[in-house]
């Protein structure tokens, strides 16, 4: 499985962009955001299932959507009323089974998001 992720960007806060990923290789299942901001941790931003069921930090709730396209193997990002906080590297991840309840875990290359204030 690889995954390519594209749309970031530099973006005055309050403003919008859109990132997307997309997953060739074998079907996966979970998808994900995840980011990392200077100087601290990655952490999950959302994430889907196959199904569409979605998950999402509660500092992003209300101003992000996660969707994806399972025909076109792509998950996107909305995001809207972008804050400074919301800077970093943006990566995606998916999670595919591998049966006897073991699973594998991809990471894309990370897109960078750079709110200005």
């Known amino acids: 499985v690889q995954l390519q992720a594209s749309g970031g960007g530099l973006v005055q806060a309050g403003g919008s962009l859109r990132l997307s990923c997309v997953a060739s290789?074998?079907?996966?299942?979970?998808m994900g955001w995840y980011r990392r901001a200077p100087g601290k941790q990655r952490e999950l931003v959302a994430r889907?299932?196959?199904?569409?069921?979605?998950d999402y930090a509660g500092s992003v709730k209300g101003r992000f959507t996660i969707s994806r396209d399972n025909a076109k193997r792509t998950m996107y990002l909305q995001m809207n009323g972008l804050k400074v906080e919301d800077t970093g590297v943006y990566y995606c991840?998916?999670?595919?089974?591998?049966?006897?309840?073991?699973?594998?875990?991809?990471w894309g290359q990370g897109t960078q998001v750079t709110v200005s204030s």
């Open positions: 991840n998916a999670d595919r089974s591998l049966g006897g309840g073991e699973w594998a875990d991809y």
């Open positions: 290789g074998l079907s996966v299942n979970v």
């Open positions: 889907i299932t196959r199904g569409g069921t979605t």
